[in-house]
């Protein structure tokens, strides 16, 4: 699903910017269409957040989990190669949002 927005994306924007040259104009606004699916590719990564993490504290909940140890991936990937499109891939992962909502449901949890 991830792979259908960057390529749509990308797909609009060279034909919207392509029409914006040809009319002398320099430095183009983004169209509504390029920012509606910019926010649906928001709205659809937020959306798998939320369920990941119902999921991982619904798990804790269930298996009476009482502490969750999330580590530090900052450094993770220093001198390996997964080659080009895992490495894109894994950059593009919001790590700090999943993270701020993982915390948030457990609390509610009690966790």
Not at 18 to 28: D, F, L, T, V
Not at 68 to 81: F, L, P, S, T, Y
């Amino acid at each position: 699903m991830e792979r259908y927005f960057h390529k749509e994306i990308a797909r609009v924007q060279s034909a919207w910017y392509a029409q914006q040259s040809e009319r002398g104009i320099k430095y183009p606004k983004s169209s509504k269409h390029i920012q509606r699916l910019y926010r649906k590719k928001q709205n659809t990564v937020k959306d798998y957040l939320h369920k990941v993490t119902r999921w991982i504290a619904e798990y804790c909940k269930k298996e009476d989990i009482r502490c969750v140890v999330v580590g530090d991936i900052r450094n993770i990937r220093k001198e390996k190669d997964m080659g080009h499109k895992t490495n894109q891939k894994f950059h593009g992962l919001p790590y700090n949002r999943l993270y701020i909502m993982l915390e948030y449901k457990l609390k509610l949890y009690g966790i």
